[in-house]
């Protein structure tokens, strides 16, 4: 069971990208060229609030606090936000604006991914659901305005 956690936790994330850069590819030229105008500054943007929650807001990695070993080797930095959540929930709610059967598909492996780093104990559970929180306000904000 630990080694199916530590693969999720640390190399799953990659699947999310290859998924929905596949169904990107697979769009007319305009479509995907639309797309891409919307997802790629809506990322960033994402990325720079979650950097910005990160200055505001501390939370050690539970292995800091815990005095454990964790599974996965990690620096003892600020676990919130947790990236790999961050990333996963983005692709997911970037999927959900253009694709509802794809979206159950990113959200699965979005929440794998998310309770994976909680269990190998690089995170705490607000770390992962602060991320999400962050990637659907974001992303719902920047679609409306779209």
């Not at 990208?17 to 960033?44: E, H």
């Not at 604006?97 to 909680?118: H, Q, T, Y």
């Amino acid at each position: 069971m630990n080694l199916f956690f530590i693969f999720c936790a640390q190399y799953l994330f990659v699947l999310p990208l290859v998924i929905l850069g596949i169904y990107f590819l697979m769009q007319p030229r305009s479509t995907w060229r639309r797309m891409a105008t919307f997802a790629v500054p809506t990322a960033l943007l994402v990325y720079a609030v979650g950097v910005a929650s990160g200055l505001l807001y501390y939370d050690p990695r539970p292995f800091d606090v815990g005095h454990f070993k964790p599974l996965v080797p990690h620096a003892p930095d600020n676990g919130f936000p947790s990236d790999h959540a961050l990333l996963v929930s983005t692709i997911a709610m970037v999927g959900t604006l253009w694709n509802k059967k794809l979206c159950v598909v990113l959200w699965i492996l979005a929440v794998l991914v998310s309770v994976a780093r909680v269990y190998v104990g690089v995170h705490h559970t607000i770390d992962v659901v602060g991320s999400i929180i962050i990637s659907i306000v974001v992303i719902s904000a920047v679609s409306r305005a779209f």
